[in-house]
């Protein structure tokens, strides 16, 4: 699906600020209220908005400990998911190029949480050995830079149109 310049505003608005009011996002585009919300749905539809969510301060909820664990497995990543999905801790779960399979972000209350988490991870069968690698800092967290939009095709000077 190829997304027009309003399509794309409205996305950005959104990542940066989910909780905007349709009366706003309508101004911001310049159309309606219920033209943008035809466009969120249809956006929703063709998989563009996947879900509407919140972000939370983890340090607040008692979770200030992030890392990024990466897994050796004698098993295909897509046998290990159904452990993986078990575990609140995880995050994100991802297959990747190169020794490790599969790469898990991980969010946890204290290093001995992430050494116990990290245990029972050795315990999945198939599972061989982990790497992990303790966030001090994030030191930038943002949206997914959106596409620039297509220009139209401009018309040679004098050319008419078809």
């Known amino acids: 699906m190829e997304l027009d310049p309003t399509d794309l505003a409205l996305v950005d608005a959104l990542q940066r600020d ?3 009011r349709l009366e706003d996002l309508a101004r911001l585009v310049q159309l309606a ?3 943008v919300h035809d466009r969120l749905r249809r956006l929703e539809r063709d998989g563009i908005i996947q879900r509407w969510t919140i972000d939370v301060d983890a340090t607040a909820l008692g979770l200030p ?4 664990i990466g897994l050796r ?3 295909p990543c897509s046998e290990l998911l159904p452990a993986l999905e078990a575990i609140p801790a995880i995050e994100e779960a ?3 190029a190169g020794q490790l399979g599969l790469l898990v972000k991980v ?3 204290s290093t001995q949480s992430l050494l116990e988490l990290t245990e029972r991870l050795r315990q999945i069968p198939g599972v061989e050995g982990t790497e992990t690698t303790i966030v001090l800092r994030t030191q930038l967290d ?3 830079t959106l ?3 297509t220009p139209p095709a401009r018309r040679a000077r004098g050319a008419r149109p078809r």
């Open 94 to 96: 991802h297959s990747v």
């Open 142 to 144: 943002r949206p997914i």
């Open 33 to 35: 209220p219920s033209s």
């Open 147 to 149: 596409p620039q939009p």
């Open 73 to 75: 497995s004698t098993r």
């Open 18 to 20: 989910a909780s905007q």
């Open 65 to 68: 400990v992030l890392a990024f």
């Open 107 to 109: 969010r946890v209350a």
